[in-house]
């Protein structure tokens, strides 16, 4: 990388001929990022890599020995973008850091490619095929990893109604991963944790159809899909040594003569019915079916993820991640964990009164809310509890608010971001 870029880091404030308190000086090819200790230095790396990224810049070493890992990681995440990635040198860390951080990269960064693709590039079967491969990919020698895919009419068979009528509308099957990773050697061992993720690889709200505005970015409703396979691969290649189970809901919504209708009601192999009310709420649907699954192995904790809810957005903006749980102590442990890795979660409120707030007429509950159309993050987990045992133990359910940007700012370029990766492989490692 001779003709990198070179960036280096001070805690001397820039000359004023750069500014009032500008973040970068500039000498001919390399910038220096000025910190202010006052101030978050993880952000403030990250926010000068979005700078640095903006002036076409395609290369760049990392200088000094003030670098970490973990200001390389953020630098890394604010110079990425969706056309060329993130070409950086980290040199100037120890060789063990470098290779967590090089591994890091390469399963955030798939994260960030598999979201950013096209809705024709991926497919629902495609998704499930990649996100086996990246497991497999990062796996030990000596570890057990095992899957499954049901895809199309099988998904009957084994009754997984939610995915199968959400997906029926697409001329693409619809299909559920199952993927069983078991470092420990023993086909007995208990699952320590269950991983729910929505899969939608296009969402164009069904007959509820999105205005087209909404619908640009709907190739990002896989995002939760996603995230659970790169924070499950981070887990792996930092050692987890835990039994876990992926589920991986995976359709498209669309439109046509078999697609989902409003009116439809859905009996699930739990024999909770479902009354469709809005196409859009599509997610929920086939996440039940990962819920009533991943309990079947009876697992420790669950966790599910998805691009759940506008209504978290509007909570939280794009910044955040949203967390919903009826879970004190397992709620602290994520919200810990996205602090010490630099990630930005809220906990929304969810309590035993939301579970009311779905009823139905024709079925047990409906897939919307009932009423004023307030609390839809919290009513949309709701609906998930339906599905989930005791959902007051030992789950916890993430909306992914903050995993795609439909347009760059300050932080994070167009796209997708891989935000929660880190934190649900922390959750998993400790």
Known sequence: ??????????????????????????????????????????????????????????????????????????????????????????????????????????????????????????????????????????????????????????????????????????????????????????????????????????????????????????????????????????????????????????ADNLISGNALKLGDVITYKNGVTVEVLNSDAEGRLVLADGLIAAQESQPKYIIDAATLTGAAKAAVGREYNALLSMDDQFSSVAEQSAKQVNEMLWRLPFADFHLNQINSSFADIANIHNGEGMAGASTAAAFLAKFIKKPEMNWLHFDLSGSYQPSGDGLWATGAKGHGVRTISHILLN
């Open 1 to 250: 990388m001779s003709n990198a870029f070179t960036v280096s880091l001070s805690f001397n404030p820039a000359s004023e001929a750069w500014g009032k308190n500008a973040l970068l000086s500039f000498l001919e090819g390399q910038a220096v990022i000025h910190l202010d200790n006052n101030k978050s230095q993880f952000y403030q790396v990250q926010q000068a890599a979005r700078q640095l990224d903006s002036m076409a810049i395609t290369q760049v070493k990392l200088q000094g020995d003030k670098w970490n890992s973990e200001l390389c990681w953020a630098f890394s995440q604010g110079f990425y973008n969706a056309k060329n990635g993130a070409d950086i040198d980290f040199s100037e860390i120890n060789n063990i850091e470098i290779k967590g951080l090089k591994e890091q990269k390469r399963i955030i960064e798939w994260v960030r490619k598999m979201i950013n693709l096209g809705p024709d590039a991926l497919s629902p079967e495609k998704l499930c095929e990649d996100a086996f491969t990246l497991i497999q990919d990062v796996k030990p020698e000596k570890a057990d990893v095992h899957y499954k895919i049901r895809s199309g009419e099988a998904l009957l068979r084994y009754n997984f109604q939610g995915i199968y009528h959400v997906g029926k509308g697409s001329g693409r099957p619809p299909c559920m991963l199952i993927i069983d990773y078991n470092p420990t050697g023993d086909d007995e061992a208990a699952v320590d944790y269950a991983l729910v993720g929505k899969g939608i690889t296009f969402d164009s709200g069904g007959y509820s159809l999105k205005p087209s505005s909404s619908m640009a970015t709907m190739k990002s409703d896989m995002g939760g899909a996603a995230t659970l396979a790169g924070a499950l691969a981070l887990a792996i290649s930092n050692g987890l040594n835990k039994r876990v189970k992926l589920y991986l809901c995976c």
